[in-house]
């Protein structure tokens, strides 16, 4: 019998987070005090639902977008998103994150008039106050609106140049349905030539999920796919995405709230099936948990060995887009770890 590891070696587990959006930190607290802050009324005052009433399930991938954008009423000043990201950099401390490759969605902040200054000096003044107060160490993934037109992520890709040092990469989220790939190939190969990495959303259960995947690979040329678990069901993607050992960034706790079921077993399948598959979070403020609490669902829910709660620690960091020693050193830690004898063979 599959016994349950103790949830004290998920935590010290050292782990890294490829999938989690920014403004899906917002968790409720902070919501009601940035709306004091601005004296807002309307959608995002206190008590209007928008930071206090969050449902236990959402009705898909659309219902809970239309919560998740109302919410960022608030963030409106740098000093805002510093303390978003600075909240969310120690929770992921504590939940024993030692790297993470964050998203934001400057698009959702420009539409309310926030410049894109504010918001990447805020975000970066938290990700340097925690790295150097002993991690962990963060990444920025600058993500694109899907359900925007192509020629406002060219604009927001040109504003983004004088920040270029700062953003590691260029993602691709918001609703999916009628806004596949190939709309945004063009602005993501101008991505690339700028150096860029480059991943996109393939979110659960979407109506065009497998031409999605396939676009990702022929069309886009993506680096690591988010969520994509519906590859499972075409062999022949499930050996292409296995032969370029591409990252796949799944979510059990938002495929849960989203789609009513935490899509353990095919985690399973995917670790059967030699996918490089990863543990994340995406919207922790929304879905019920951070990267510990979604390895201690997935564990319950398929019945993980320690064993293979190790190799999706390792599979998140041999996806991670890091040097080579920084990723051998972690991934030293998590051996050490996995043995018994913790170290910190990393540095912040
Ligand atoms: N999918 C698409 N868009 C998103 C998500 C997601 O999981 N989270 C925040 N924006
Ligand atoms: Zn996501």
């Not at 209007?48 to 809970?64: S, T």
């Not at 259960?205 to 988010?226: T, Y």
């Not at 591409?246 to 935490?262: A, E, F, I, K």
């Amino acid at each position: 019998m599959r016994s349950a590891p103790p949830s004290d070696f998920v935590t010290a587990l050292p782990k890294c987070e490829l999938h989690v959006h920014l403004e899906g930190t917002l968790e409720a607290s902070m919501a009601e005090m940035l709306a004091e802050r601005h004296r807002l009324t309307g959608p995002g005052a206190k008590g209007a639902g928008v930071g206090g009433a969050r449902p236990e399930a959402f009705d898909g991938l659309a219902d809970f977008l239309a919560r998740y954008y109302a919410a960022m009423a608030g963030l409106l000043t740098e000093e805002d998103f510093y303390e978003l990201t600075a909240a969310y950099l120690a929770t992921a401390r504590r939940q024993g994150v030692v790297y993470a490759e964050m998203f934001f969605d400057p698009q959702a902040h420009l539409a309310r008039g926030v410049p894109f200054p504010s918001v990447v000096r805020g975000i970066r003044r938290a990700q340097e106050e925690a790295r150097s107060a002993g991690g962990p160490a963060s990444q920025l993934i600058m993500c694109f609106l899907r359900d925007e037109p192509a020629e406002d992520a060219h604009a927001v890709l040109e504003q983004s140049l004088a920040f270029k040092d700062w953003i590691l990469g260029v993602g691709l989220d918001s609703d999916e349905r009628g806004n596949p790939p190939a709309k945004f190939a063009e602005v993501f190969e101008r991505a690339r030539a700028a150096g860029y990495r480059l991943t996109m959303h393939c979110d659960p259960r979407q109506e065009a999920s497998l031409d999605h995947l396939w676009q990702c690979l022929d069309l886009v040329g993506v680096e690591r796919i988010d969520h994509g678990v519906e590859c499972l069901a075409d062999g022949r993607l499930v050996e292409e995405l296995e032969r370029r050992r591409l990252g796949l960034t799944v979510c059990p706790l938002s495929n849960q709230r989203l789609y009513g079921d935490l899509m353990g077993g095919a985690v399973r399948e995917m670790l059967e099936r030699n996918l490089l598959v990863t543990v994340n979070s995406d919207d922790p403020a929304y879905f019920g948990g951070y990267v510990a609490d979604n390895y201690r669902a997935l564990q319950e829910d398929a019945g993980l060995t320690r064993a293979e709660l190790v190799r999706l620690a390792r599979n998140g960091f041999e996806a991670a887009w890091l040097p080579p020693a920084r990723r051998a050193a972690y991934l030293q830690a998590v051996d050490a770890h996995a043995a018994g004898a913790p170290s910190r063979a990393y540095r912040t």
